[in-house]
């Protein structure tokens, strides 16, 4: 069944969030919870899992109101607008660092429960020699650190150009591997046959990195990527150091308040405000330069990671069901 649900676009200038774009958005959330609440009297489900985002405040608010337990997951630092609002009716909060706690309602504060975010398994299990054999890196050489920079499967232009920057430098003390995005990849092998015969061995420029995810994380010492709510799980969970590139228009920036959070501990390294090719250069230098380091920061990493996210998370979901976990 479909139900209706409204988005607020969001802007600085609180005068320019009453758009009429908005005001139509608005006036359909009420018809939307009508509608959520003839679902949910029909299905009657023992617990309603929320997610977040516009799209989930219609069924939330259709569980309130029909007095199903509500379990509501905020997988980043600080919580978005429909969560801010939902933390209010929910029956538990689960949240993904306990930096969020104080940044909710204290009544909400009280229900809530440190899950931490969902990784996929596979994710947990790579092998780096399996990395060697899969993207067929026999030039790569192993007594230097490997760095892997992503910027997610499509790439990001901003990561490629700051790597791109540094990439004589980086290659003399790393070798890269540089997930750069589809549209992004005849560029950068076209960089990679310019470069001296001794580095180019030790770069390897693709567009996507599939199946072999696992194996390139187990290889990587240092990883240089944005900062959404899925890839610091991830990090966090394999305790691997990072230098992270939040993006500036993420969503009530939540990539730079998750890269200061995790920066703020020791567990990454962040570039806020503007970057430079050279601000990169200096936060990845003390990285390469010093194993020690490198494995101080893995620990911290390591310390916010909640590899049995999803199974934190199921406990607590049949627990409020009724159910006692599992």
């Known amino acids: ?78 919580l978005g607008l429909a969560n801010r609002l939902l933390a209010r009716v929910a029956t538990a909060m689960a949240v993904s660092s306990a930096s969020t706690l ?66 004589p430098w980086l290659l003399e003390r790393a070798n890269v591997i540089h997930q ?47 900062s959404g709510a899925g890839t610091i799980a991830e990090l966090t969970a394999l305790g691997l150091p990072s230098v992270l590139i939040p993006l500036a228009s993420s969503a009530g920036g939540e990539q730079t308040h998750n890269a200061r959070d995790l920066a703020e501990s020791g567990a990454a390294s962040a570039l806020l405000g503007e970057v430079t090719a050279t601000a990169l250069r200096d936060a990845l230098e003390p990285l390469l330069a010093d194993p020690a380091r490198r494995q101080k920061m893995a620990t911290k990493a390591r310390e916010r990671g909640r590899p049995d996210a999803a199974d934190r998370l199921v406990d607590l979901v049949l627990d409020r069901a009724g159910f006692g976990g599992h």
């Open 180 to 226: 750069g995005g589809p549209s992004a990849v005849t560029g950068m092998q076209a960089t990679a046959e310019a470069l001296p015969a001794a580095l180019a061995g030790r770069y390897l420029p693709v567009g996507f990195v599939g199946p072999e995810l696992p194996d390139v994380f187990a290889l990587a010492d240092v990883v240089i990527s944005r």
């Open 1 to 78: 069944m479909a139900v209706a649900a409204g988005k607020v676009r969001r802007a600085r200038n609180p005068l320019k969030m009453l758009s009429w774009a908005n005001v139509k958005d608005m006036a359909r959330v009420p018809f939307g919870v009508f509608q959520a609440v003839r679902a949910v009297r029909t299905f009657r489900p023992d617990v309603v899992l929320a997610t977040g985002g516009y799209v989930a405040v219609p069924v939330s608010l259709a569980a309130w109101v029909c007095r199903r337990p509500l379990v509501v997951h905020e997988q980043t630092v600080r």
């Open 102 to 167: 104080p940044l909710l309602p204290e009544r909400a504060r009280k229900r809530a429960v440190v899950t931490g975010n969902p990784v996929r398994p596979e994710v947990l299990a790579g092998h780096a020699e399996k990395a060697f054999e899969a993207l067929a890196l026999d030039a790569f050489d192993r007594d230097v650190p490997t760095v892997y920079v992503t910027g997610g499967a499509q790439g990001a232009a901003q990561i490629n150009q700051l790597v791109g920057d540094i990439l």
